[in-house]
């Protein structure tokens, strides 16, 4: 971030680290302690997790927010912003059939998301299989009252809710005006290569939702969707 105020460059950073906890120190030196005991009384107050990850990401805002200070006017365009994963198993369930009750292994994989992952969980999955970068610019909004991420200024769009309840025709037109209206900031050149993502599982095993969806796409010239 030092480098980027002194020359407008635009590097960026993979910062790993295990999640390990912060203990109160007792065979350490008394400064070793004593640096222990501030970190665990800061994450206490603020209802942290007591692990070394969370006092990387609070150094790294407060680096940012004193390169910024010191830069002044020079810094206020600065990116000091960072997004935060942790490396988990896939959110979709491996497939491990029983060869003695096939139709019982199916019906269980009908559902075939891992339970208690959110619309977060599933977005990350989808764009690391599809090679999309994390980084990439995002924004969201509310369409037929589900939450839709914009990614690229239009290349992509996903919405990874689980229940659309009926809301299918509604949430892609939305979809293909937010599409039109960013091809028209960018120029159009977008159009042939947006691509829809979905969650498989939100459709509820209706066949005629999911083809509504898809050919309501295809009238505004959006061809690809991808289900997870």
């Known amino acids: 971030?030092?480098?980027?105020?002194?020359?407008?460059?635009?590097r960026r950073c993979l910062s790993v680290q295990l999640p390990e906890l912060i203990k109160e120190a007792t065979n350490d030196t008394a400064s070793a302690s004593k640096v222990n005991r501030n970190a665990?009384?800061?994450?206490?107050?603020?209802?942290?997790?007591?692990?070394?990850?969370?006092?990387?990401?609070?150094?790294?805002?407060?680096?940012?927010?004193?390169?910024?200070?010191e830069a002044g006017l020079i810094g206020q365009g600065l990116d000091t912003g960072f997004r935060v994963y942790k490396l988990d198993s896939s959110n979709v369930k491996p497939w491990n059939p029983d060869a003695e009750n096939l139709g019982a292994s199916l019906d269980l994989f009908s559902e075939h998301l891992v339970e208690g992952r959110t619309s977060d969980d599933l977005l990350t999955?989808?764009?690391l299989k599809s090679g999309i970068d994390l980084c990439e610019e995002m924004e969201t909004r509310e369409i037929a009252g589900h939450r839709v991420y914009s990614l690229g200024y239009g290349q992509f769009y996903a919405c990874m809710d689980l229940d659309l309840s009926g809301a299918e025709g509604e949430l892609a037109l939305g979809i293909a005006a937010w599409h039109a209206e960013e091809c028209?900031?960018?120029?159009?050149?977008?159009?042939?290569?947006?691509?829809?993502?979905?969650?498989?599982?939100?459709?509820a095993g209706r066949d005629d939702a999911k083809m509504n969806f898809v050919s309501t796409l295809q009238q505004?010239?959006?061809?690809?969707?991808?289900?997870?």
Not at 1 to 10: A, E, K, Q, T
Not at 40 to 69: D, V
Not at 184 to 203: H, K, L, P
């Open 184 to 203: 028209a900031a960018v120029g159009g050149e977008q159009q042939d290569t947006c691509t829809v993502f979905v969650a498989d599982q939100s459709f």
């Open 125 to 127: 999955e989808v764009m």
């Open 40 to 69: 665990l009384s800061f994450l206490k107050e603020r209802h942290l997790p007591t692990n070394i990850c969370e006092i990387g990401k609070e150094r790294i805002r407060r680096a940012g927010k004193k390169l910024k200070e």
């Open 220 to 228: 505004y010239g959006i061809c690809k969707v991808k289900a997870l």
């Open 1 to 10: 971030m030092s480098s980027n105020v002194l020359d407008g460059g635009n």
